[in-house]
Structure formats: C-alpha cells, structure tokens
C-alpha cells in the first residue's frame, strides 16, 4: 500500500463519517461543524489529486467564508437542540427504498466501469495555478463572465431584499 | 544509525525542523508579553515588570508556572465538545500558518536530504496561509459560543463578524504583490524584490504603498489587537470570547494571539519589505558587519548592567549572557562564512521584529474602535480602497506591458 493511498482512505474515511455525523448530530453547531470536517478532508483529497489551487480554493471559500456565515447565523438565532420526533410515513416507506435504489445504482455503475474508469495522473506534477488562470480567462472567459454575473446578481437581490425590511 | 537517518530523511528533517521552530516561536511568545508589558510601561511612565530577575526578565517564567497550576473548573452548562476543542483549534491554526513561511536564503543538505530554513516550501504558500487564516475564526466563535455566558457569545460574534468583513481587505490588498511577482510562492515574491545594486528601492513597499496600508489595518484586524480589539473589550465584555477559560487553556489563547501576531508580521515582512534581503546595495560591504555590530555593544553592556545586581542573577547569569554575545559577534567577524549565512536570517527577523514593535506601540498609542465605527470603516473605506489599488496596479502594469 502506498503512502498516498493510506492518506486516500484516511481521508476518505475521515469524509464519510463527518458526513454521516453532520445528519446524526441534533445540535446545529455539532452539525456545521461536521459539515466543515468533511470540506476539510475534501480539500486534502482534491491535494492528493494535484489540484492544488482547488483545494486551497476549497478551504478558504467552503470551509472558510461560507461555514463561518452558517456558525454565525447558528449563533447569533441561539438556535436549540432539535427535537427528534418519530419518522414520518413517507421518509419510511419512499425514503428508505429510494436511499436504497441510489446506493445501488452507484454501486452498479462504479462495478461495470472499473476497468475502463482513467486512472488520474499521478505524475505529481502539480497544476500550476497560471495554466489554470490562462484556461479560465481565454477558452473558458464566457462561462466565467456568465457565472460572475450571476453572482452579482444574487449580491443585488440580497441587498434588495434586506433594504425593505427597514 | 545513519542508514536508517539518511532512509528516512525525508521524516525525520521535518520532524526536527517543526520541533526546533515550536520550540522558538513559544519562547519568542513568552518574551513578547515581557516586552509588550514593558513597552506599554514605558510609553504610560511605569516600570512594568521589574521583580521577577533583573529587569523582570523571568517574568514569562513566573507566569508559565502559574498557569500551568492554576485550578481549571469547567463552567456549569458549557458545551464540552465546543469548549475544549476551541483553544486547541486556535493554537493550532496558529502555529500552523507558521509552517510555510521562508525565514532565510540558504539551502542546506543534512543526511542527503536537501532542505532549506523553514519548514514546508509550498508554491501556493500564500493561498495555504490565506485558508488556515479563514479557519481561525472557528477557535474564537466556538469559544464565544461553547461556554455558556453572554459575554462569551457577544465576544465571539464580534470577533466572527469583524473576521469576515475585514479578511477580505486582507485577501484583495495582497493581490497587488501577486500581480507584481506573478507567483503564489512566499519564496518566489522575495527573490523578485531582490536587486543587489539598489537594495530596498525595489521591495514592493514602494509600489504597493497603498496595498500595505490596507493590509497592516486589516491584518491588525483579525489577529483581534487594539485599536480592533472589539472581542475582548475589558470595559464592555470582562475579557469577550475568553472569559470562562482559566488555567492552561486560557494562555493557548493568549499564546495564539501572539503566534498570529508573529506570523503577520513576518507576511508584512516577505509581501512588501523584502524578506531576508538587506536594505543596502550589495556592494556596501561594511553592512555585512552589523549583526556582530549590534551583537557586541549589547553583550558589553549585559556584563556591565548585570554586575550592578548583587545576586545570582547579576553575578553570574547576565555576565555569561553578556560574554556569550559578545563571542558571537566577534566569531561572526572573524568568520566569514558564518557571517554570511546569519545575514537573511538578520534582515528577517529585525524587519518582523519592527513589525512587532508597532503593534505594541499602537497598542499603547491607540483607543479602541466603536463596533460601528469598526464596520463603516473596514466596509466603507478599506475594501473601496484594496479594490482600487487592485485596479490601480493592474492598470500600471497593463501600461508598462504595451
């Protein structure tokens, strides 16, 4: 087993149980911060994969920016414990059969590509955040300008709604 | 012994490295309280510290051992997870963005493996500090939040807000030295400021003026010191964030305070102040000389202020500190090898040093923000500004290209 499939599975593992902590969990803050493991570890696997700038990207938008807003709303609502009430009718007979039929069909299509799935470079040659800013600003600059737009977008019609509240 | 160190040199180098650096970040801390106590005296007209040793030097020392013996209660109704986990994150994120920084020019082979001062060369070491800063808000807001008292959880919302309105004037104000060097790597922006004719004409200082103004302020900002020390306003919140902790676990945060504090200056001192590169042109070759030019007056003048004392301390300590200097500066004349590898290191740790100076200073200069003060003025008037200075600069370099 080599060193970087060891640090793989910790990661993967560390990822996976976050994850299932952040749906377990009944404080809201015991939840947020399970969710910021988990962009944590997602970070560290996009690194072992070479992508470097994404995984830093990663933590300081995700794991950073974003997750500090949700602590923060979570604090500043006091909000409680959630209360655990029974499951209802539909998530017991739609939602388990349903969870089910996914996990299956992941399964099913990872077990009949495995032989054909391209193995990622593992050259570690890191792609350098230039190549990836030259990429993005000349064969990709439409999409890029159409999703900042749209950002600005959502920025505006936040700043909209807050300013009728008042 | 030396198969197996030469086959895992790759570990155990790094191991060392991080050890040795631990080891001088935490006594640098402890002796920064001393100084800033003893600075802060001065600038109000007091003594400071002046019981403990001479010159209240093993002050840090006293207050170590009380620390580590105070009583540690647990307040009643804390949230345990949040509670303990929150210091240690703090801690933690702090001595880890420590890890990247380049503290000299040398590279240096040991058992084969070929390694160079500093812990880890990363060439995206801006943007890996930049995330471990986005992190070191949780330490705090988990702390304000986790131990059950208002004054806590007004502490730590303050510091989340103020954290997230004023990292992104910190992010934006560096983009001009990342337009200028073109590179991520800390490394890599220090060598392109390196001119050996005009010495610090070319630092980024004089270029990103404007950039570095509104990256002090806001890097002054997150580290939570005055004048934006909102999250623990003694007047208003009894110590904020930090108020429940006792006992060990209140010096992590003080510790981390001050390793942050470190870690700031020492990126004000690589983004715009050159790093380890000498002020001077490389061809003033008496510049070489003033380490040991520093090294010897101050060693003379530990022995003589150390035999006023009448004890241990006067007679023997300070006198053997003294004489100890002393052979250092006159080996680093007489050495020219060994004089040449300490200046980057010299240069490095003078420029932070000074960085470290002006937080104290303010510290004993400046009255605190008003919270909405605070806001107006990172929203209204810093982030306007970085943005500009973005713009600015690259309009600059745009009109030097064609």
Known sequence: MSGSLIIFFVLALLAVFAAISLIVQRHPIHSALSLIVVMIALAGLYLLMGAEFVAAVQIIVYGGAIMVLFVFVIMLLNAEEEERTNFSKLATYAGIPLALAVAGFIAAAIASSSGSLPAPESSGALTSTKTLSNLLFSDFVYPFELTSFLILVAILGAIVLAQRET | ?402
């Open chain 2, 1 to 402: 012994m030396t198969e197996f160190l030469t086959k895992y040199a790759y570990l155990i180098v790094p191991i060392v490295k991080i050890a040795i650096l631990v080891f001088i970040v935490l006594t640098v801390d402890a002796y920064l309280t001393w100084i800033e106590r003893k600075v802060i005296a001065h600038i109000q007209a007091r003594w400071g510290p002046h019981r403990v040793g001479p010159h209240g030097l093993l002050q840090p020392l006293a207050d170590g051992v009380k620390f580590i013996f105070k009583e540690d209660p647990l307040p009643a109704h804390v949230d345990k997870v949040a509670y303990f986990l929150a210091p240690f994150i703090t801690l933690m994120l702090a001595l880890t963005s420590l890890a990247v920084i380049p503290f000299g020019p040398q590279k240096f082979t040991v058992f084969g493996y070929e390694t160079h001062v500093g812990i880890a060369d990363v060439n995206i070491s801006l943007l890996v500090l930049f995330a471990i800063t986005a992190l070191g808000v949780y330490g705090i807001a988990l702390a304000g939040w986790g131990s059950n008292s208002k004054y806590s959880l007004l502490g730590g919302l303050r510091s989340s807000a103020q954290m997230i309105s004023y990292e992104l004037t910190l992010t934006l104000s560096v983009v001009g030295v990342l337009l200028i060097a073109g590179d991520f790597s800390l490394r890599n922006i220090v060598e392109q400021q390196a001119s050996p004719a005009r010495g610090l004409l070319t630092w980024n200082i004089f270029p990103q003026i404007i950039g570095f103004a509104c990256f002090y302020i806001a890097a002054i900002a997150e580290t939570n010191r005055v004048p934006f020390d909102l999250p623990e306003a003694e007047s208003e919140l009894v110590a904020g964030f930090h108020t429940e902790y006792a006992s060990m676990k209140f010096a992590m945060f003080f510790i981390a305070e001050y390793t942050s504090m470190i870690a700031v200056s020492c990126l004000a001192t690589i983004l715009f102040f050159g790093g380890w590169l000498s002020p001077f042109p490389a061809s003033w070759a008496f510049t070489h000389y003033l380490p040991s030019l520093l090294l010897i007056p101050f060693g003379l003048w530990i022995i003589y202020d150390g035999i006023r004392y009448e004890n241990l301390f006067g007679r023997i300590v300070l006198p053997g500190v003294g004489t100890a200097l002393t052979v250092v500066g006159g080996a680093l004349v007489l050495l020219p090898v060994l004089n040449d590898a300490v200046q980057g290191p010299f240069w490095f740790f003078a420029k932070v040093f000074t960085f470290l100076f002006v937080y104290i200073w303010m510290r004993g200069t400046l009255p605190r923000f008003r919270y909405d003060q605070l806001m107006s003025f990172g929203w209204k008037f810093l982030l306007p500004v970085s943005i500009a200075n973005v713009v600015l600069t690259s309009v600059v370099i745009l009109w030097r290209m064609h």
